[in-house]
């Protein structure tokens, strides 16, 4: 067994080869927030993933896509509007008036027309802008990233985009030279040198970034009466981020704690016929 | 197979079907098949692997119900419906894209082991040739595999590989085009990819078959790297290795459902959460981990064809080593010399792995700025790759024949088990009555 311990040891150890990766520009490291979804029984905060869906849908969705996410994803377990009593989420009728108050193209199936049609909870989250270039031509030549995957797309995840809008980018260091439609922000990776007229070995960390400062405080109004400060906005969008891009999370977990005590139990009964097996046999 | 056979057919159908196809003899003797008594825990990662190819390959096969092959539909097939829509699709995914790694963790253990207790020597050498065969088609079906989901990470480093075939003068740039089918990485490639990424993990289990089959030939080896004498020597595969592989992979599996279900990304890059794009290049391509030493490699020599070359040596070196290592003695076990130069071995391979993951310039110690040597700072990536690549090569070309020439060797024992069993003086060897126990 101590055999077996080291031989798991050193696995591991190999393991973390897979360390991170070096970056030649610079950036300051997300905050470190504490979420309901850290660590192996995390779950989603269902009333945080609701703020966070409404931080969304009026602020981030006039630029962001989210194209992987259907109306009725807001109904699955684990999800902002999962109710219990609608196994199905397509029956949710929180989710069926969320969909309806959008209208999607279509064809009229008798005389072949373009139509527009109310959304259905089949349908996906629709896009603000109809192609890439659209979008970046009304964001000064920027593109918004879609956000279906955002969560798991950046380093940080969650911390990081919560780091980004709370952003601490009012105010760029005294001596940097920020171009027109374009923000300084710590987080971003970035080479600050040629805009820095101070000290080379001062250059503040970070980069720029194209999207204005994107929440203010008492930007929403939460239904569920939570003050909507720049935190709490910040923190409930970055939630329901984590969630678009991860909702299978506590579906995960569940079935990692049967997994991992089964896998214990497994090895235990194993590890007992192996004695059995081995007793009174030199070796 | 070595041996007489010990089945006995039982039943009348047993018996007929043994006069035509004895399939059943031939499981029989495998599972009866005389094991040294003395393996460890080392020994088992043979049959971790075996594991860890069929779990490949059974969630590889529901992969590819869900996928789709295509530039414009490979990303979506894969994090919106496999990910999002297929029932129990992230556990499948997260088994696949995890098992992969679990898959090299286990293959370079196995790898080590052999090194270290000498099994690529005669007459094992092509049991060991057959094994790093295995070694370079799991590479390039990782390579291939990682490329389906058609992140940004896949699409540029197929793009950065494919690349360096183009090194070689005059069938370099043919060959280039003819893997990407066309003149750039694009649906083309994928396709094909994804049609050798399917095929080639059945040619890895034939080459596993074969691999087995020139195991049981000379038998294994064992830690002592001493000889099987006689049947006291050995135990039946079944039960007390099937029982000990069995405890084995439990661990195993622990260790994978931790990846799996608690970590499920950490072996990735979040650059590969964003959809392909031929126009942006990501900060930093970095292959997956296992793959990262032969990256520093190539990257430690400035000039692109020798780097190849020296990428596809330090692979070649492991299919000579049989005929590198002079030693008498098999087993590092008594090899004290040996063993200190492995141990640098497996330290210098491991920072070729780091370095692979960092940027060339990157300081190694940071904040010290060193001379400038040649091109790079001595304090810099490129150089401490450079200095493991040549240990690394020294181990194999220089250190190893000569060693075995020259070294002080401890005293082998006469026989695999006496080190183990308490000298019963005056006993005949073979008739201590721990061993009688054992039917
Ligand atoms: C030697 C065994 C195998 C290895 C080492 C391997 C490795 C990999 C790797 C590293 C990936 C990328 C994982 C990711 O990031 O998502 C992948 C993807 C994939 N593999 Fe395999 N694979 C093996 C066998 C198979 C087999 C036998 C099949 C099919 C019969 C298969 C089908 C697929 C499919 C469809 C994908 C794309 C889906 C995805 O990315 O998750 N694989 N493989």
């Not at chain 1, 040891?9 to 997300?30: D, K, R, S, Y």
């Not at chain 1, 997994?259 to 007793?279: D, K, N």
């Not at chain 2, 779990?55 to 092959?69: E, F, K, N, S």
Request: glycine content about 10%.
């Amino acid at each position: 067994m101590a055999r077996a311990a080291r031989i798991l040891a050193v696995t591991m150890g190999l393991l973390c080869l897979a360390g991170p990766t070096f970056a030649a520009t610079t950036e300051v490291p997300p905050k470190d927030i504490h979420w309901s979804f850290d660590g192996p029984f995390g779950s989603y905060d269902q009333e945080q993933l609701q703020r966070g869906y409404k931080v969304y849908r009026e602020v981030c969705s006039s630029c962001h896509s989210m194209n992987m996410v259907a109306f009725r994803n807001l109904g699955d377990p684990g999800g902002p509007f999962w109710n219990p009593k609608y196994p199905n989420p397509n029956d949710n009728p929180v989710v069926k008036t969320i969909a309806k108050d959008y209208q999607f193209p279509d064809v009229d199936s008798e005389t072949g027309d373009a139509i527009k049609r109310p959304g259905t909870s089949a349908d996906y989250f629709p896009a603000p802008f109809a192609n890439p270039a659209a979008a970046r031509a009304s964001n000064g030549g920027a593109l918004p990233p879609d956000m279906s995957l955002l969560a798991k797309a950046r380093e940080g995840g969650a911390d990081y985009i919560y780091s980004i809008v709370t952003g601490d980018r009012a105010e760029a260091p005294h001596g940097l030279n920020v171009p027109a439609g374009r923000y300084y922000d710590p987080y971003i990776a970035g080479d600050l040198g040629s805009f820095w007229k101070g000290d080379p070995a001062k250059t503040p960390p970070g980069g720029f970034i194209a999207m204005p400062p994107p929440l203010v405080e008492g930007r929403v109004t939460f239904d569920d009466g939570t003050k909507a400060t720049l935190n709490q906005e910040s923190k409930d969008v970055a939630a329901f981020l984590q969630w678009a891009a991860d909702p299978k999370l506590e579906e995960r977990n569940r079935a990692g704690l049967g997994v991992m005590i089964f896998l214990l139990l497994f090895a235990g009964v194993l590890y007992a016929s192996y004695r059995g097996v081995w007793r009174d046999v030199g070796h | 197979m070595s041996g007489p056979s010990t089945y006995e057919p039982k039943s009348a159908i047993e018996r007929w079907l043994d006069t035509r196809l004895p399939v059943i003899r031939f499981s029989a003797d495998l599972m009866a098949y005389p094991t040294p008594r003395n393996l460890n825990y080392w020994y088992t990662f043979g049959g971790i692997l075996s594991f860890c190819l069929a779990v490949q390959i059974v969630t590889g096969i529901v992969l590819a119900m869900h996928y789709d092959p295509s530039g414009a539909g490979a990303f979506v097939s894969v994090e919106q419906h496999i990910m999002r829509d297929v029932n129990y699709g992230w556990l499948i995914r997260g088994l696949h894209a995890n098992g992969a790694s679990m898959f090299f963790v286990a293959v370079y253990l196995h790898i080590l082991r052999g090194i270290y207790y000498g099994s690529f020597k005669a007459p094992r050498e092509v049991l060991w040739l057959l094994g790093c065969v295995i070694y370079v088609l799991m590479m390039a079906t990782a390579f291939m595999g990682y490329v389906l989901p058609w992140g940004q990470m896949s699409f540029w480093g197929a793009k950065v590989i494919t690349n360096l075939l183009g090194a070689f003068p005059l069938i370099g740039k043919p060959i280039t085009t003819l893997l990407w089918g066309g003149y750039s990485v694009d649906d083309p490639t994928l396709n094909r990819f994804f049609s050798l990424h399917y095929l080639l993990p059945f040619v890895i289990a034939a080459v596993v078959a074969l691999h087995v089959w020139a195991l049981h030939v000379p038998g294994n080896n064992n830690p002592t790297g001493v000889n099987v004498q006689s049947k006291s020597d050995t135990l039946s595969f079944h039960p007390y290795y099937t029982v000990k592989d069995g405890f084995a992979i439990s661990l195993f599996l622990i260790l994978f459902a931790i990846f799996v279900f608690y970590l499920p990304d950490a072996l990735g890059k979040v650059d590969n959460a964003v959809p392909a794009n031929p126009l942006v290049t990501p900060a930093h391509i970095v292959p997956e981990w296992y793959l990262l030493p032969f990256y520093a490699i190539l990257r430690a020599i400035p000039d692109k064809l020798m780097g190849v070359l020296a990428l596809a040596g330090s692979i070649g070196v492991l299919f000579a080593l049989p005929w590198l290592d002079t030693s008498k003695v098999r087993s590092m076990r008594y090899r004290p010399a040996a063993r200190v130069y492995f141990l640098i071995w497996i330290v210098a391979t491991g920072a070729l792995g780091w370095c692979g993951s960092q940027e060339p310039v990157g300081q190694v110690i940071p904040g010290l700025t060193g001379p400038m040597l040649i091109d790079y700072d001595l304090n810099s990536v490129t150089w401490l790759s450079r200095i493991s690549a040549l240990y690394y090569f020294a181990y194999f070309l220089v250190i190893t024949p000569l060693l075995g020439l020259r070294e002080t060797t401890l005293p082998v024992p006469d026989s695999l088990y006496t080190p183990v069993l308490p000298h019963d003086a005056g006993a005949p060897v073979g008739a201590s009555p721990v061993l009688a126990t054992e039917g």
